[in-house]
């Protein structure tokens, strides 16, 4: 009975393994995907800034190469905001991109930072190794779908942003803008905080 108990547990154990093993592997595949497509939009940037300006490539390499991105979106956002020759809707839909890639920047500075583990179907983003303070700690659960989503939206953002080079006017839109402009996929996954004084409390009482 016992040997049968101890083969049950051992198939168990195995089995969870594999599952674990599928598990990271499809959150690899799918960071290392949505990795690319938002450095993709940080390239769309540079190029946008580049044809904007007006300045020679000389020039504006030295003005932005190297620059963080964030600091980049803003001198780029400047540039747009002041340009005579795009149509309103370039200007107010970078301003939406703008918005949106804010959100997926959270969510990549905490992977890319954080790493992340696999837990019974979702994963786990955390900095309780690395935070100062207990209050500080957050946890971050996501899934895989999060990650499709957010690499979808870096998508269309890098191209839309791309598209502000061609100015004009902006007519009715056709079917593909229509699939471009469509709402965004990801919706902000936020973190939350570990409950350090529910469990001090506990403690107290204790």
Not at 67 to 73: G, N
Request: aromatic letters at 10%; proline letters at 2%.
């Amino acid at each position: 009975m016992d040997a049968e108990e101890d083969s049950g547990a051992g198939s168990e154990i195995a089995a969870f393994r594999q599952q674990l093993k599928r598990d990271n592997e499809a959150l690899y595949l799918h960071l290392g995907e949505f990795v690319c497509l938002y450095a993709n939009v940080e390239t769309a940037c540079h190029s946008t800034f580049h044809f904007q300006s007006g300045l020679s490539e000389r020039v504006a390499k030295a003005m932005v190469g190297g620059m963080r991105l964030s600091d980049l979106i803003g001198v780029l956002s400047r540039v747009i905001e002041l340009s005579n020759s795009l149509a309103q809707f370039f200007k107010e839909d970078f301003k939406a991109c703008v918005t949106q890639f804010d959100h997926i920047t959270a969510l990549r500075n905490r992977l890319i930072h954080r790493g992340a583990q696999a837990r019974y179907g979702e994963y786990v983003s955390t900095n309780s190794l690395t935070a100062k303070t207990r209050e500080s700690v957050d946890i971050l659960k996501f899934r895989l779908d999060d990650l499709k989503a957010a690499s979808d939206d870096c998508s269309r953002i890098a191209f839309r942003i791309h598209l502000v080079n061609f100015g004009g006017d902006h007519g009715q839109p056709s079917d593909w803008e229509r699939s471009l402009y469509a709402p965004w996929r990801y919706k902000p996954v936020q973190p939350k905080k570990t409950n350090v004084a529910s469990t001090t409390k506990r403690r107290s009482n204790n």
